[in-house]
């Protein structure tokens, strides 16, 4: 049995340790907000954080997460809420929004750590990330915006 | 802010006392199945494309599949223009696949050739005002008023005192009544919603993850299966063993298929994990020596043969035997993957009566066709239902079906409902690509700079023969694939003597449809070779395209907007160069400047000034996002990609030997919209085809060496 939580909920797993923590994610937990795009950290379609941290969850063993807690997509905010979110609806981010689970989460981190980042910064954060339908300017301007509203909500 | 998510999904989440999170969902059948599960029976469903309930809720049902392109608010802005809608009360769903939803040119109910808008804008139109027309005679028959003296306004009726009901409040009584045959449309001087950004409808399921995608699709005692396709195409299973799969944890069953060996199995990871355990003994067929370097010098060979004539204007052949200067250039592009981002993938759900299958699909008409064959069933006992597509650019308008009938191979030996989910290297090695292509191409001027001849031939694969679309397209009348030459026959620039030629060659890598189609390779070699010419005349290549272009005024149109939103004649900061295309595609135009640096052989694209013309658009925001993302496309195409054979079998299988661009690599984008009164073009596809000649006419212009092969190599400058 593998423990951890998920989007502050806890989950107790009878499963392979070795399965990605994507897999388990989606096929076992059901959460299919988290994408599958390539099965080895190319992508970056599958970003979770796990304590925190983004992880490639198509990579990272459930193992991993034993004992940690793991964030989703689905638990970025309750309510479309997160500054993020907020700011990819303003843009128009999202073309297919196959890849975009993914990129939010990376730019999550982002901003966590970097609550004004610089162009170099979000080339940094993001690169892991891949869009097929091109839509890096806007995420870029959404970042930026952002994190403007960060500023203006006194920074988390 | 959830007003978009109203789909025909139920998500019913429940947290287990010790199991975690569950989620189960399923798809309901038909708008009316929905209506009376929200409990308002009593909506007013006018025609097939609009449903407008008691709650106010206009839905309009979009018969084209969301890709990215922005079909669920284009389509649905038309209709509601006409409607007079409160556009906050506005929602999409999936059309079911049926006849009705055929598209009114192409005949059968598809996603493809940039045509979505246009098809669609009578016909969305003409719903909304039909709807329209029956909720004023319901308001006036209520206020017992002449019906032409009422108006509307943000979702209701109002009489000359200005009496006000809403459509929500009209819906039981407008229902009773007869549709109008034919409605007058709006005067488009007075549109409130078409030509104003509106935001997409379907942003907000995609930034929490609650948009459904084919891979998403759960039912009920569903199956999860990955199959062993053949490593060379046309191989096929001789034999396989399937001890060690047969016995891992979580495997159904393991059966043999048309394409390969499937594993059915309770999750993904338990049937992959057993799929990569399979031995199977491969009869490798005819394709085990095929080597895309000697096919391309079989090309080679081929071009210095008169091909089949497509265009003939004057003598090119004499002209350039006599030429005060000439140029011969061979240009090569490789075959190339969609690579969408989420890999194929298709559920089915298959009973002795009846078959629902769940896809991301842009060909619904084709793929209901071909599944019921497989399944042994009329047409009308299989449905399938939409989902989002996460990326199509043509992937998934596969005329052999190929993703949904395998899929409904494996149902029928699964037993249970059954999804197929494709890997990334499944996806990518598993064909039906952009085929490669070679243009050899000869150019003249006369001693006053002028081009007086021009002779392309373009050889490589087409997309078309052997399909069902062979006919459609007249190749054997033709004697050429017009996707193939597309682009290269109608070019524009004004040149006494020209010639186009095809060579078809047979080729069996299965090929298809890749966002621009034959535009993705004829631009690239016309707009590099006309700049070689302008370079031979010693001319700006702007300048050298602009007189040539003086009969195409949208031509220049673009042209002249690209140039001078980019500076085109100011200086650049050192180590920076520009080049420059323009390209007519899909009924629309578009030019690019883009503006490159070389450093250490790598090319960098600083900036992307892109000017397009599409005719009267709907949302201009849609607009900019489809040419920005058609742009990166290109350059994606242009900078890294390349599929090759070797001995059969694909070298490339993932995003790390089939890269794309990503955000550190990202140019500066920007895009400036004409604005037209012409019949809307398309504007999913005419964004890409300039890419890759302007960045390699930007190469030139920083180094002096013209690129002829795609992708960009320094090394092979010439």
Same mark, same amino acid.
């Given at each position: 049995?593998?423990?951890?939580?998920?989007?502050? !909920?806890?989950?107790? @797993?009878?499963? $392979?340790? %070795?399965? #990605? *923590?994507?897999?388990?994610?989606?096929?076992?937990?059901?959460?299919?907000?988290?994408?599958?795009?390539?099965?080895?950290?190319?992508?970056?379609?599958?970003?979770?954080?796990?304590?925190?941290?983004?992880?490639?969850?198509?990579?990272?063993?459930?193992?991993?997460?034993?004992?940690?807690?793991?964030? !989703?997509?689905?638990? @970025?905010?309750? $309510?479309? %809420?997160? #500054? *993020?979110?907020?700011?990819?609806?303003?843009?128009?981010?999202?073309?297919?929004?196959?890849?975009?689970?993914?990129?939010?989460?990376?730019?999550?981190?982002?901003?966590?750590?970097?609550?004004?980042?610089?162009?170099?910064?979000?080339?940094?954060?993001?690169?892991?990330?891949?869009?097929?339908?091109? !839509?890096?300017?806007?995420?870029?301007?959404?970042?930026?915006?952002?994190?403007?509203?960060?500023?203006?909500?006194?920074?988390? | 802010?959830?007003?978009?998510?109203?789909?025909?999904?139920?998500?019913?989440?429940?947290?287990?006392?010790?199991?975690?999170?569950?989620?189960?969902?399923?798809?309901?059948?038909?708008?009316?199945?929905?209506?009376?599960?929200?409990?308002?029976?009593?909506?007013?469903?006018?025609?097939?494309?609009?449903?407008?309930?008691?709650?106010?809720?206009?839905?309009?049902?979009?018969?084209?599949?969301?890709?990215?392109?922005?079909?669920?608010?284009?389509?649905?802005?038309?209709?509601?223009?006409?409607?007079?809608?409160?556009?906050?009360?506005?929602?999409?769903?999936?059309?079911?696949?049926?006849?009705?939803?055929?598209?009114?040119?192409?005949?059968?109910?598809?996603?493809?050739?940039?045509?979505?808008?246009?098809?669609?804008?009578?016909?969305?139109?003409?719903?909304?005002?039909?709807?329209?027309?029956?909720?004023?005679?319901?308001?006036?028959?209520?206020?017992?008023?002449?019906?032409?003296?009422?108006?509307?306004?943000?979702?209701?009726?109002?009489?000359?005192?200005?009496?006000?009901?809403?459509?929500?409040?009209?819906?039981?009584?407008?229902?009773?009544?007869?549709?109008?045959?034919?409605?007058?449309?709006?005067?488009?001087?007075?549109?409130?919603?078409?030509?104003?950004?509106?935001?997409?409808?379907?942003?907000?399921?995609?930034?929490?993850?609650?948009?459904?995608?084919?891979?998403?699709?759960?039912?009920?005692?569903?199956?999860?299966?990955?199959?062993?396709?053949?490593?060379?195409?046309?191989?096929?299973?001789?034999?396989?063993?399937?001890?060690?799969?047969?016995?891992?944890?979580?495997?159904?069953?393991?059966?043999?298929?048309?394409?390969?060996?499937?594993?059915?199995?309770?999750?993904?990871?338990?049937?992959?994990?057993?799929?990569?355990?399979?031995?199977?003994?491969?009869?490798?067929?005819?394709?085990?020596?095929?080597?895309?370097?000697?096919?391309?010098?079989?090309?080679?060979?081929?071009?210095?043969?008169?091909?089949?004539?497509?265009?003939?204007?004057?003598?090119?052949?004499?002209?350039?035997?006599?030429?005060?200067?000439?140029?011969?250039?061979?240009?090569?592009?490789?075959?190339?993957?969609?690579?969408?981002?989420?890999?194929?993938?298709?559920?089915?759900?298959?009973?002795?009566?009846?078959?629902?299958?769940?896809?991301?699909?842009?060909?619904?008409?084709?793929?209901?066709?071909?599944?019921?064959?497989?399944?042994?069933?009329?047409?009308?006992?299989?449905?399938?239902?939409?989902?989002?597509?996460?990326?199509?650019?043509?992937?998934?308008?596969?005329?052999?079906?190929?993703?949904?009938?395998?899929?409904?191979?494996?149902?029928?030996?699964?037993?249970?409902?059954?999804?197929?989910?494709?890997?990334?290297?499944?996806?990518?090695?598993?064909?039906?690509?952009?085929?490669?292509?070679?243009?050899?191409?000869?150019?003249?001027?006369?001693?006053?700079?002028?081009?007086?001849?021009?002779?392309?031939?373009?050889?490589?694969?087409?997309?078309?023969?052997?399909?069902?679309?062979?006919?459609?397209?007249?190749?054997?009348?033709?004697?050429?694939?017009?996707?193939?030459?597309?682009?290269?026959?109608?070019?524009?620039?004004?040149?006494?003597?020209?010639?186009?030629?095809?060579?078809?060659?047979?080729?069996?890598?299965?090929?298809?449809?890749?966002?621009?189609?034959?535009?993705?390779?004829?631009?690239?070699?016309?707009?590099?070779?006309?700049?070689?010419?302008?370079?031979?005349?010693?001319?700006?290549?702007?300048?050298?395209?602009?007189?040539?272009?003086?009969?195409?005024?949208?031509?220049?149109?673009?042209?002249?907007?690209?140039?001078?939103?980019?500076?085109?004649?100011?200086?650049?900061?050192?180590?920076?160069?520009?080049?420059?295309?323009?390209?007519?595609?899909?009924?629309?135009?578009?030019?690019?400047?883009?503006?490159?640096?070389?450093?250490?052989?790598?090319?960098?694209?600083?900036?992307?000034?892109?000017?397009?013309?599409?005719?009267?658009?709907?949302?201009?925001?849609?607009?900019?996002?489809?040419?920005?993302?058609?742009?990166?496309?290109?350059?994606?195409?242009?900078?890294?990609?390349?599929?090759?054979?070797?001995?059969?079998?694909?070298?490339?299988?993932?995003?790390?030997?089939?890269?794309?661009?990503?955000?550190?690599?990202?140019?500066?984008?920007?895009?400036?919209?004409?604005?037209?009164?012409?019949?809307?073009?398309?504007?999913?596809?005419?964004?890409?085809?300039?890419?890759?000649?302007?960045?390699?006419?930007?190469?030139?212009?920083?180094?002096?060496?013209?690129?002829?092969?795609?992708?960009?190599?320094?090394?092979?400058?010439?």
């Amino acid at each position: 049995m593998i423990e951890f939580s998920v989007n502050k !909920t806890r989950a107790n @797993l009878d499963v $392979d340790p %070795s399965t #990605p *923590l994507l897999w388990v994610i989606r096929d076992h937990l059901g959460l299919t907000g988290t994408k599958y795009g390539c099965g080895i950290a190319q992508c970056g379609a599958c970003t979770v954080h796990i304590d925190g941290q983004a992880v490639r969850s198509c990579v990272a063993p459930v193992s991993r997460a034993a004992g940690k807690e793991v964030t !989703t997509i689905e638990g @970025l905010s309750p $309510d479309l %809420s997160h #500054p *993020l979110q907020r700011a990819w609806i303003e843009e128009d981010v999202p073309q297919c929004g196959y890849c975009q689970s993914g990129q939010l989460m990376s730019a999550a981190v982002l901003l966590r750590e970097k609550p004004q980042p610089t162009d170099d910064d979000i080339d940094k954060a993001m690169t892991g990330n891949i869009c097929r339908c091109g !839509t890096y300017p806007r995420i870029r301007k959404a970042i930026h915006r952002a994190a403007g509203n960060f500023a203006k909500r006194g920074a988390r | 802010m959830s007003r978009a998510i109203h789909r025909r999904e139920f998500l019913k989440v429940s947290i287990g006392a010790g199991g975690g999170l569950l989620l189960g969902f399923r798809l309901a059948g038909t708008g009316e199945t929905l209506a009376m599960q929200n409990g308002s029976a009593a909506s007013f469903t006018p025609n097939a494309f609009v449903r407008i309930g008691t709650d106010e809720r206009v839905t309009v049902i979009v018969n084209h599949s969301e890709m990215g392109q922005g079909v669920y608010t284009s389509l649905p802005m038309l209709l509601a223009e006409e409607l007079d809608a409160d556009w906050n009360n506005v929602a999409f769903e999936s059309a079911p696949v049926d006849p009705k939803y055929n598209h009114p040119v192409f005949g059968m109910q598809m996603t493809g050739g940039s045509s979505s808008v246009w098809s669609g804008f009578e016909q969305f139109r003409q719903a909304g005002a039909a709807a329209r027309a029956m909720l004023i005679a319901a308001a006036a028959q209520q206020w017992n008023v002449d019906p032409s003296k009422c108006r509307t306004d943000s979702g209701a009726v109002f009489d000359p005192s200005n009496r006000k009901l809403t459509y929500g409040q009209l819906a039981a009584a407008a229902a009773k009544l007869t549709p109008p045959a034919q409605v007058p449309l709006k005067d488009p001087t007075t549109f409130k919603l078409i030509g104003k950004p509106a935001k997409r409808l379907d942003t907000s399921e995609k930034v929490n993850g609650t948009a459904v995608f084919g891979v998403d699709v759960k039912m009920p005692g569903m199956m999860t299966a990955v199959v062993a396709r053949a490593p060379i195409f046309g191989a096929k299973v001789r034999a396989f063993d399937d001890s060690r799969a047969r016995s891992m944890s979580g495997v159904h069953r393991i059966v043999a298929v048309p394409s390969g060996v499937a594993v059915i199995a309770d999750s993904f990871w338990q049937a992959k994990m057993a799929r990569d355990a399979l031995h199977i003994d491969w009869d490798e067929g005819t394709m085990s020596s095929f080597n895309t370097n000697q096919m391309m010098q079989q090309f080679r060979e081929q071009a210095k043969l008169t091909g089949k004539s497509v265009r003939r204007d004057g003598d090119a052949d004499a002209t350039l035997a006599k030429a005060a200067k000439k140029l011969e250039a061979v240009y090569e592009v490789p075959y190339l993957s969609h690579a969408m981002m989420e890999p194929l993938n298709c559920a089915v759900d298959l009973r002795p009566e009846s078959c629902e299958i769940w896809t991301g699909t842009q060909f619904q008409t084709v793929d209901r066709a071909n599944a019921a064959k497989t399944a042994g069933l009329p047409d009308e006992k299989v449905q399938i239902h939409t989902t989002f597509l996460g990326g199509g650019f043509g992937r998934r308008a596969n005329p052999q079906s190929d993703f949904v009938v395998e899929a409904v191979h494996v149902a029928k030996a699964a037993g249970v409902p059954v999804k197929v989910v494709w890997t990334r290297e499944d996806d990518m090695q598993g064909g039906w690509y952009r085929p490669a292509f070679l243009h050899a191409i000869a150019g003249a001027i006369d001693t006053n700079g002028k081009a007086v001849a021009w002779r392309s031939r373009i050889v490589g694969q087409s997309i078309m023969a052997g399909t069902p679309f062979e006919g459609m397209a007249d190749l054997k009348g033709k004697g050429y694939d017009p996707s193939s030459v597309e682009g290269a026959d109608d070019l524009p620039y004004e040149i006494p003597n020209l010639a186009v030629e095809s060579h078809q060659m047979e080729v069996r890598v299965p090929v298809q449809w890749w966002r621009s189609v034959g535009h993705s390779h004829t631009a690239f070699a016309t707009e590099c070779f006309i700049d070689e010419l302008a370079a031979l005349a010693h001319q700006d290549p702007y300048r050298f395209r602009r007189d040539l272009l003086q009969k195409h005024p949208r031509h220049l149109g673009v042209l002249d907007l690209a140039a001078q939103k980019a500076g085109w004649a100011k200086p650049l900061p050192k180590g920076r160069a520009r080049g420059i295309a323009v390209h007519a595609s899909f009924e629309s135009f578009s030019a690019q400047v883009a503006e490159v640096s070389v450093n250490d052989g790598k090319v960098q694209v600083h900036r992307m000034v892109c000017a397009i013309d599409c005719g009267r658009y709907v949302n201009p925001g849609i607009i900019a996002a489809q040419t920005e993302g058609g742009a990166i496309f290109g350059a994606s195409a242009a900078l890294f990609q390349e599929l090759t054979f070797e001995n059969g079998r694909l070298r490339q299988s993932n995003f790390h030997s089939f890269p794309m661009l990503r955000m550190n690599e990202c140019p500066e984008i920007e895009t400036h919209i004409i604005e037209s009164r012409e019949k809307s073009g398309g504007i999913g596809e005419p964004g890409v085809p300039c890419a890759a000649p302007a960045i390699a006419n930007a190469v030139f212009a920083a180094t002096g060496k013209r690129i002829r092969r795609l992708p960009i190599r320094l090394s092979e400058a010439v």
